[in-house]
């Protein structure tokens, strides 16, 4: 079993930025993909970036998140710039065996989720 708990959302202005964090414990591994995904209000959970060798991002927030990861921690990272109020969501980290996925069923573990809210 793989626990995943993440942090570092709030309430921030437009243009701002925000950093997530997801910590994982248990049987963890450096070869484990991690997902970032989101859900708004009344909308489905989205994929929002992943990484495992390489990283890939949803359209909506390339150029602008960028993910990362330090395996010596096991944590993740979601660096949020240039935030804009339809980013306004839960923020859930994931973990999965092999590479990374944009569909959020292919993950098995899930962390709590962390709100971040964009005002304009």
């Known amino acids: 079993q793989v626990q995943l708990v993440d942090s570092g959302g709030g309430l921030v202005q437009a243009g701002g930025s925000l950093r997530l964090s997801c910590a994982a414990s248990?049987?963890?591994?450096?070869?484990?993909?991690m997902g970032w995904f989101r859900q708004a209000p009344g909308k489905e959970r989205a994929f929002v970036a992943a990484i495992s060798w390489a990283a890939g991002y949803a359209d909506s927030v390339k150029g602008r998140f960028t993910i990362s990861r330090d395996n010596t921690k096991n944590t993740v990272y979601l660096q949020m710039n240039s935030l804009k109020p339809e980013d306004t969501a839960v923020y859930y980290c994931a973990a999965k065996g092999g590479g990374w996925s944009e569909s959020d069923a292919s993950y098995p573990y899930w962390g709590q989720g962390t709100q971040v809210t964009v005002s304009s």
């Open positions: 248990g049987r963890t591994s450096s070869t484990y993909a």
